[in-house]
């Protein structure tokens, strides 16, 4: 009896490690009671163990209920739970997820494409109640009506009480499962969308079972298995974007090929196909779904739009442009072609085209944020810097949060060699972001040219709390600490960024310049050595080492690095000849032929 406590104590441990894994997990009221009843049993048993006592009945069955029993029953729940969501999701997520629902991965919840509804939704779903008592089928009928209402003002919320509530009545209506995954897939519940959508499927299956079995005629049985099956291209369709995004791109191919196998004239399927062949780099293929659809339908301006971005990667510009400037007749007055457009024209350095594409654009939507902020980087990069500070000025006026235009003027005022200005952009920029550190870095570079070091420093600093794995802040903060001859701390500085980024050989550079005036001679030849494997072409690195290698009273070696510097670059001669460190070897007579 001894051993068979001392086994049910091993089994009570390991339950109760996952029992207080899944109270960490979840944090249910439900798993913090089991976990007390098993602390409980455990410490009977312990007790029992320790002392060697006869345990009566009464006790045992405490122990094995609440210690084995209960969480083996939740452990088996969990393990169904985790079952049904791999099939749902199409991959294992773990045992016990906190969250239910998966998210839209994007920044701003954006869909990247959108389910569609079913436009006779009500009528369906009537005709599938119709069996209902007059009064309860009035009832549901004003029900369906505002929930397809309120669908339509984008109120989810409403919209999916209402059905909730009607799917409480009307379980077996796989239309009102469809409208109900449409919702949760607006409300960003993406995971409840996917569960959804396979109900229809799986009450479908069911119906179908029963029509098979039913004593109607044969042709009306498969006239009936038809339509249903047919309906079922727009479930296949939503279950392929919902999966799109998500970020499972095969299972969307997969879903969007049953659709168009149902119905192969669906054109949002053929979408769908595109954009997962696009994501999985098979733009060729991508192209000719995009050409098919727009053959039937050239004025499909998301199309149009989708090839002409596509045929831009493929460096065909040609059929880039056509494809655009079709997207810009169809729809004038919005801005994705024209920006689209636009780009293909600055990548070819035709800004004048491009600047005369968003002043078109601007004349049809003067209110628009990105066609003047689009017309104001053609302007910079046309020299004409007056009106690009206007039309950021402008964009800035649309939206406010723009610190993108901010940046860019500051560039300008610089440019221009208007240095307030631009630090006063550069600060507000940094002020609505504030991990921006490019502004950060081109402040602080900005306030060392005027002399101002301190606040450079000050810059970087805050800069570094701020994005703390940014080698290009250390590395500048640096150079500032170098230029006021703290080299230990524009040492630490170095030695920092490249600990971030030990690819960027500039740093060494820099890095053995502070040790060779730290007398650290040795460390400054590695730094240096490191930057000239790097750049085996660069005559100061050489005429560094040889420095170092001066310094540490090292003649030889000093003159042949000084030759290597020579042969590269000549005019280091008279350098060398200036330069102090190099006086104790004038009388070598190699040195002396080496600088005549």
């Not at 913090?32 to 069955?61: H, K, M, P, W, Y």
């Not at 799109?244 to 969307?252: E, P, Q, S, T, V």
């Not at 442009?321 to 035709?350: H, V």
């Not at 500070?389 to 901010?406: C, D, G, H, R």
Request: glycine share 4%; with cysteine; aromatic share 12%.
């Amino acid at each position: 009896m001894l051993l068979l406590t001392a086994f049910n104590m091993i089994i009570l441990v390991l339950l109760i490690a996952y029992v207080f894994y899944r109270l960490i997990k979840t944090k249910t009221i439900v798993t913090l009671i089991s976990f007390t009843l098993q602390l409980s049993a455990l410490t009977i048993v312990l007790l029992s163990v320790v002392n060697r006592v006869q345990t009566s009945t009464g006790v045992e069955l405490f122990y094995i209920s609440f210690g084995i029993i209960v969480p083996c029953c939740i452990a088996a729940y969990d393990y169904y739970l985790m079952i049904k969501k791999v099939k749902e999701k199409g991959s294992y997520e773990g045992l016990i997820t906190a969250d239910k629902n998966i998210k839209v991965k994007s920044y701003n919840t954006v869909e990247i494409m959108s389910v569609a509804s079913n436009d006779a939704f009500v009528g369906e779903t009537l005709a599938e109640i119709s069996q209902l008592s007059d009064e309860l089928f009035k009832g549901i009928k004003k029900k369906l009506v505002q929930a397809e209402e309120y669908y339509r003002e984008s109120n989810y919320d409403a919209a999916c009480e209402i059905n909730n509530s009607l799917i409480g009545i009307c379980g077996t209506s796989s239309n009102l499962y469809f409208n109900y995954g449409n919702i949760c897939f607006k409300k960003g519940q993406l995971g409840e969308a996917l569960s959804h959508y396979r109900k229809v499927l799986e009450l479908n299956e069911q119906l179908l079972q029963k029509l098979q079995k039913s004593s109607h005629s044969k042709t009306a049985v498969n006239d009936a298995i038809s339509s249903i099956r047919f309906k079922e291209y727009l479930v296949y369709y939503n279950i392929g974007v919902t999966y799109l995004n998500i970020g499972k791109a095969d299972f969307a191919l997969e879903n969007f090929e049953k659709s168009l196998a149902i119905n192969s004239s669906f054109v949002n399927a053929k979408e769908g196909v595109g954009r997962v062949l696009v994501q999985n780099g098979r733009n060729a293929e991508a192209v000719s779904y995009y050409e098919e659809i727009l053959e039937k339908d050239s004025n499909n301006y998301i199309i149009g739009l989708l090839l002409g971005k596509l045929f831009v990667e493929l460096n065909d510009t040609g059929r880039a442009r056509k494809c655009l400037e079709q997207c810009i007749r169809n729809k004038p007055d919005i801005p994705d072609a024209y920006t689209e457009l636009g780009k293909l024209y600055m990548s070819e350095k035709n800004y004048q085209e491009a600047a005369k594409l968003y002043k078109k654009y601007i004349s049809i939507r003067d209110d628009d944020f990105t066609g003047h902020y689009n017309l104001a980087g053609c302007c910079y990069q046309t020299g004409e810097f007056k009106k690009a500070v206007t039309e950021y000025q402008k964009a800035i006026m649309l939206n406010s949060a723009s610190y993108n235009s901010l940046f860019n003027m500051a560039l300008i005022y610089e440019e221009i060699k208007e240095y307030d200005k631009a630090i006063e952009c550069y600060e507000n920029a940094i002020s609505i972001k504030k991990d921006f550190v490019d502004a950060y870095n081109n402040l602080g570079i900005l306030f060392s040219k005027q002399q101002r070091q301190f606040e450079a420093l000050a810059v970087y600093s805050k800069g570094i709390k701020e994005s703390p794995s940014n080698f290009k802040l250390y590395y500048n903060m640096g150079v500032v600490l170098f230029e006021l001859r703290r080299y230990e701390d524009a040492a630490d500085a170095f030695k920092r960024a490249i600990e971030i980024n030990p690819e960027d050989n500039e740093v060494y550079y820099y890095l053995g310049a502070a040790l060779t005036e730290l007398k650290k001679y040795d460390e400054a030849i590695k730094a240096y050595s490191r930057a000239l494997n790097e750049n085996m072409s660069d005559g100061d690195l050489y005429y560094n080492i040889a420095a170092v290698y001066a310094l540490m009273k090292k003649q030889d070696i000093a003159i042949d690095n000084l030759k290597k510097a020579i042969n590269i670059d000549p005019d280091i001669k008279q350098e060398i000849f200036q330069n102090r460190v190099f006086d104790y070897i004038l009388m070598n007579s190699d040195f002396m032929e080496l600088i005549s």
